[in-house]
């Protein structure tokens, strides 16, 4: 998803998609790695952990986050149409933008694993650089 949105956000089209209050559940690549190196090492891990950081923003926020990451001050926000109609010429399903999937990382922190990469900023600021 990144790879998709950063080059936008740096032309100035990362504004908030639809009213932007969809939930992004999102985890940095190397906590991804982690997790699951974490999962194989644990004796008795649980029958489902989320990868995802434990702290999910709304669309807005990751987009402004993006933003700032990518040197971009302004982003055109992206009415929900035309969220469709990209998504379509895409092949990616618009739910994925549209719609909110929040995740939990209740048992993943219960059960001792540390991320890394809990705050959006730093995440996109270490993979934009």
């Known amino acids: 998803m990144l ?12 504004g908030k998609i639809s009213n932007g209050r969809q939930c992004v559940s999102w985890i940095h690549e190397r906590d991804l790695v982690r997790l699951v190196m974490w999962i194989i090492e644990q004796t008795q891990p649980r029958f489902i ?12 926020t990751f987009m402004k ?5 990518s040197g971009a001050s302004f982003g ?16 990616v ?6 719609q909110p999937v929040p995740g939990t990382t209740r ?10 990469f809990a705050e959006i900023e730093c ?5 934009i650089k």
């Open 76 to 91: 055109l926000p992206i009415p929900r149409a035309i969220a469709r109609i990209g998504s379509f010429l895409k092949a």
């Open 107 to 116: 048992f993943t922190l219960e059960d001792g694993f540390d991320f890394d």
């Open 65 to 69: 986050a993006l933003r700032a990451s």
């Open 3 to 14: 790879a998709e949105l950063h080059p936008l956000a740096r032309r100035g089209l990362g």
């Open 123 to 127: 995440a996109l600021n270490d993979l």
């Open 93 to 98: 399903d618009s739910s994925i933008l549209l």
């Open 49 to 60: 952990y989320h990868a995802c950081s434990p702290r999910p923003v709304t669309n807005a």
